[in-house]
């Protein structure tokens, strides 16, 4: 079956094509072909000169992640009629939210600085060299997190990435939960301390994107949220992060709802709170803003209040079991 | 990259060359484990026992001893550095059976160990300030007088070629597998640092011994672990029989991986295969074993062969996978050419022999890249650092040149396309001097056409064409050596198998091919095995 490839070139040497194009390549696809082996057969055929990262073939080793229709994914384990039948079209793109150096190739040193920044690796508790026990469960809790691949399919679709290049990103929270989590690891309240701070894990605002599509079931979101959690009960609080979690957790308990006004002041404080006053104005213009004094209390806060408590009950229970 | 991390530890200035990012290496690929006695019940001496047999007597003892009794400390340490290995009920690091093991002394994460070490090698690289040089492919090794000054190296992002000047070199570029047709390397194995060794003067060692792989998927060459059938899977044939009863009546599917290939080979070739493959059935494991043990198995067979292998057996065949040959070292790494060394699937220790045994690869790149980097280490503190020949960089600058004038030759994929199939139908599984003269005399015409390939991509920055055309001239000096070394070995050993000499002969062939350049003649001598402990004796399973 022919099917007609449409990729996204680039090549910053070449003083006519050095702007973005797209160039389509007609080629014959066979049963079980996957796109990366599309793209080989392109460059034997057709276009040596087409530029792409690849090297295992087999979805381990993280080299082939670029965007197939809109979507960041493994070319090596996509396979071409299927992804064809169900878009109808084949376009291939690099991974976003990264510089295009050259048609599919895409400046990876970025990912790399961030993965460094979260000192991946492990900071043994004791010194001594024997074996450490493990538990089953202790391996479970950080095994999804040491899946990742380092493809960068997660930080191409990250949506917080898109507005902040310095944003930590996905990739490397996923990394930094593997030694948080881990049993063995004796820094775990610096990590938490360090990732607490400015572009890092709050700064995640939670599309899931990351998660739908890491191509190892990773689920960066997950390990991000497990960061959270540890860092708040490592009692880690004089951040606008954990400040926001706790001021919308005191305004749906006081009020039951978001008081969004007075969230803004607990979670940034009164000085930077004033730094966002244009933008109050401006939701005030949409007819968004809401009403900062009158805020009435939700007619059953009472069943709210129960909610809590019966959450606070089971959270302690858990904990007690986790420490027999 | 644990050689590097031994040599850094040891206060070297350290920095590591690759033409891929360190956590692409195809180490990642591997699935099964590494084997080390852990146990009170298990012994060093035993899995030296089980090294050797499984080489076929062709491993060097005192190598392989080494091997075996250092893997319980390196275990501890790869823990230590925080390596994650599935645990027992207690907690303690679990093992399970492999080919050829008379014990349960391969530790593994699931069927992901070749990526949890690899990652934790790069954490160790970032930890101690390690420098990469990364998508830097190395064309030329600098060695004059013997003595080696460094590599010169060709930055794939903008072409330009450097030289990176050094004491010390130390090669560890894993297998040739891309050679072949059929086979589970990644596309970046192609041998590049035997070759390049090659040309700088140093032997390579028993070549001929090529390991091809008992299940791997067909079209693709996708690798099925041996912890597959290390967790009770079943190799059938058209009849649904359990033929490997037949070929390795005590131990069966777990007989060592040349036993396990020739069988599937022979019963392909006598009509008992199902197209062309023989099936390897895991669905009496129960959904919940593969799930969790065998999960990358399982999606790899549905991803890739369309095939559950929950509800149906999994088709697969014999492919080219390791190298049991390789550069010429001694038991720290060091070879022929002072200040080079070599450690992993691109060296020859040789503790492989003429057959290597599952889970030994990893541990061989642990135990011995730790052992070369501390070599490495202690021959620079007092090593001179020579002033670097300017001449090299001016002939590889030349050389390079040369590739971008040619006009109208040959496409550098046609070339690599035939040696593929070439060395897949001559020098594969069973071999005859018929057989291979053929696959010689094709190298041969191939690399006379190589000469004469051209450049359809005449850009500098990123240019795949010219990195392949210098991967295949170094597939065709390895095709070459695989070649001279299995016409010239007249026995049957391991995974080398001669149809007209099918016996094991020692008393001519207990002995090591080297093969090294003269010009451009590929010569030939031999050195004897060490043997210590164990003498050699009829190898059965």
């Known amino acids: 079956m022919k099917i007609k490839f449409n990729i996204r070139r680039f090549n910053p040497d070449d003083s006519k094509l050095n702007e973005p194009y797209f160039q389509a390549y007609d080629v014959e696809v066979t049963e079980g072909m996957t796109v990366l082996e599309a793209l080989l057969k392109i460059n034997e055929e057709q276009d040596p000169t087409l530029a792409f990262r690849k090297s295992c073939r087999s979805a381990i080793c993280g080299s082939c992640a670029m965007k197939v229709n809109g979507f960041s994914k493994l070319t090596c384990s996509l396979q071409v009629i299927p992804e064809y039948k169900k878009k109808g079209r084949m376009v291939i793109e690099p991974l976003a939210n990264h510089k295009q150096v050259k048609d599919l190739v895409v400046d990876l040193n970025p990912f790399w600085k961030k993965i460094e920044k979260v000192t991946p690796y492990l900071t043994p508790m004791d010194k001594e060299h024997e074996e450490r026990s493990v538990s089953e469960e202790d391996e479970k809790t950080i095994d999804q997190s040491q899946r990742c691949i380092m493809c960068g399919c997660c930080n191409s679709e990250c949506n917080a990435l898109e507005i902040d290049s310095k944003f930590i990103a996905p990739a490397a929270l996923a990394k930094a939960w593997r030694f948080v989590g881990d049993v063995r690891e004796g820094d775990k309240k610096k990590r938490l301390e360090r990732l607490s701070e400015e572009h890092g894990m709050w700064d995640c605002v939670r599309c899931i994107h990351c998660t739908q599509y890491c191509p190892k079931d990773v689920a960066p979101l997950k390990q991000i949220e497990m960061l959270r959690s540890s860092a708040m009960k490592a009692g880690i609080l004089d951040n606008p992060g954990a400040k926001h979690v706790e001021a919308m957790a005191d305004s749906v308990r006081r009020v039951g709802r978001l008081d969004e006004a007075a969230m803004t002041f607990k979670t940034l404080g009164f000085l930077r709170s004033i730094g966002m006053i244009p933008f109050g104005l401006k939701m005030e213009l949409h007819g968004k803003m809401p009403l900062p004094i009158l805020f009435p209390k939700i007619e059953k806060i009472e069943e709210v209040k129960k909610i809590y408590e019966e959450a606070a009950k089971q959270g302690t229970e858990q904990e007690k079991k986790k420490e027999e | ?149 460094g590599v010169i190296a060709i930055e794939l992002s903008t072409g330009k070629l450097h030289r990176l000047h050094s004491k010390a070199t130390i090669i560890a570029t894993g297998g040739y597998g891309r050679v072949y047709k059929t086979t589970t390397n990644a596309l970046s194995s192609t ?277 392949h055309i210098f991967e295949v001239g170094q597939m065709l000096d390895i095709s070459e050596a695989i070649l001279v070394g299995a016409i010239n070995r007249q026995e049957s050993r391991g995974s080398h198998y001669r149809r007209d000499f099918p016996k094991r002969d020692d008393e001519n062939w207990l002995k090591h091919t080297l093969i090294y350049k003269d010009g451009e003649e590929f010569k030939i001598r031999y050195r004897d095995v060490r043997v210590t402990k164990f003498k050699p004796e009829e190898r059965k399973y």
């Not at chain 2, 349960?104 to 990469?132: N, W």
């Open chain 2, 1 to 149: 990259m644990r050689a590097a991390i031994e040599a850094a530890r040891a206060g070297l200035n350290v920095a590591v060359v690759t033409k891929i990012y360190p956590v692409r290496s195809h180490s990642v690929a591997a699935q099964g484990g590494i084997n080390a006695a852990l146990k009170e019940t298990d012994s060093w001496e035993a899995h030296m026992f089980d090294t050797i047999k499984g080489s076929d007597y062709l491993g060097d003892q005192d190598a392989i001893e080494a091997l075996c009794k250092e893997a319980p400390s390196d275990i501890m340490e790869l823990e230590r550095m925080g390596a994650i290995f599935s645990r027992d009920a207690h907690g303690h690091i679990a093992q399970r059976p492999f080919g050829g093991a008379g014990y349960p002394r391969t530790c593994y994460l699931a069927d992901r160990t070749g990526h949890s070490l690899l990652h934790v090698m790069f954490e160790q690289l970032m930890k101690h300030g390690i420098y990469v040089y990364d998508e830097w492919h190395v064309v030329k090794l600098v060695a004059e007088d013997n003595i080696s000054k």
């Open chain 2, 191 to 467: 041998g590049d640092g035997m070759a390049l060794a090659l040309n700088a003067g140093v032997d390579l060692m028993d070549m001929e011994f090529v390991q091809f792989h008992p299940t791997v998927l067909p079209r693709t060459g996708i690798l099925m672990t041996e912890g597959a059938r290390g967790e009770g899977g079943f190799l059938l044939n058209s009849k649904g029989e359990r033929f490997m009863e037949k070929y390795a009546p005590k131990v069966k599917e777990l007989a060592s991986r040349d036993v396990v290939s020739r069988a599937e080979q022979t019963e392909i070739e006598e009509g008992r295969g199902v197209n062309g493959c023989v099936l390897l059935d895991l669905r009496h494991l129960g959904a919940k074993k593969i799930n969790e043990r065998l999960s990358q198995i399982k999606d790899l067979a549905i991803n890739f062969s369309g095939v559950n292998p929950i509800e149906e057996p999994v088709p697969v065949k014999p492919g080219a996978h390791y190298s049991m040959g390789g550069i010429a070292t001694d038991n720290d790494g060091g070879t022929k050419v002072t200040g080079l060394f070599a450690a992993g699937e691109a060296a020859c220790v040789s503790v492989h022999g003429a057959n290597r045994l599952g889970g030994n690869s990893l541990l061989e790149t642990i135990v011995f890249g730790r052992r070369a980097g501390l070599k490495a280490a202690q021959f620079c503190k007092d090593a001179k650092l020579y002033p670097f020949p300017d001449r090299f960089l001016k002939d590889a600058s030349q050389e390079v040149a040369v590739i971008y004038e040619r006009e109208n030759g040959e496409s550098i994929f046609k070339i690599r396309n035939e040696m593929n199939d070439a060395m897949e139908a001559h020098c594969g599984i069973f071999r005859d001097r018929d057989r291979l003269t053929k696959g010689y005399d094709k190298i041969k015409e191939l690399k006379e056409r190589f000469k004469k390939v051209s450049l359809t991509d005449k850009n500098d920055n990123y240019n795949n064409e010219l990195l």
